[in-house]
């Protein structure tokens, strides 16, 4: 199997991932607003839609895809302003319907599946860091040379996805153990809202901000 790295290489590239998955971003922002939100089913769809967004980047390195889109300023720029558009408009909702969202749990709406996995994938899609922590990622554990780098490249996005994962259920799951006292609190819950505004916001101005070198 050369699609497979040696095992120091394994180990040292789980321990990055986990080091990584821990890391507040946009991703894990969203996942804990809607699992405080909508409960934690809704937030496990989130994570599903950012993981097939990270499924798209692995792609897109193994392949070189991702080095055209940053290397050409058009394509760049057009990605960075819809990713800060996108966030600034989660950060509207957060505002406008996240404690209304919070008194009552919603997961079984019709349809809330749906929107939550997509709201994960274009949350994900959206972010040229993503591409660029991609494309400086996962080269670093391959070598140039290797006759089996593109499967390597697959493999390990794959494995970073599925390495990350109990980070992410962690993280939904204490939001949503949470989620229970924070909705006596109403006062509480409505400043959340405006911290995760203000969290969104605040990615979306570092995206704008995003050179490709």
Same mark, same amino acid.
Request: glycine share 12%; net charge positive; no cysteine.
């Given at each position: 199997m050369d699609f497979l790295p040696s095992l120091p290489t394994l180990l040292a590239f789980t321990a990055a991932t986990l080091l990584l998955a821990a890391t507040p971003g946009p991703d894990m922002t969203l996942s804990i607003? %809607?699992?405080l939100s909508q409960g934690k089913a809704a937030a496990f769809f989130v994570v599903i839609g950012t993981s097939l967004g990270c499924v798209v980047h692995t792609l897109l390195v193994a392949f070189g895809i991702s080095a055209l889109i940053t290397a050409s300023p058009t394509a760049f720029m057009v990605l /960075? !302003? $819809?990713g800060a558009a996108y966030l600034f408009w989660l950060a509207v909702q957060a505002i406008r319907y996240g404690s209304s969202l919070s008194v009552r749990k919603v997961e079984d709406t019709g349809g809330s599946a749906l929107a939550n996995i997509s !709201? $994960?994938?274009w949350v994900n899609l959206l972010n040229p860091k993503v591409i660029i922590f991609f494309m400086t990622f996962l080269p670093q554990f391959v070598t140039a040379n290797d006759p089996a780098v593109t499967q /390597?490249?697959?493999f390990l996005g794959f494995f970073f996805i599925v390495a990350a994962?109990?980070?992410n259920m962690l993280v939904i799951l204490t939001a949503d153990w949470l989620s229970g006292w924070l909705? %006596? /609190?109403k006062s509480v819950m409505r400043g959340i809202d405006y911290a995760f505004a203000g969290v969104f916001s605040i990615f979306a101005v570092k995206i704008l901000l995003t050179q490709t070198r």
């Open positions: 607003s %809607r699992a /960075k !302003t $819809g !709201t $994960g994938l /390597k490249l697959l994962m109990p980070v909705q %006596r /609190k």
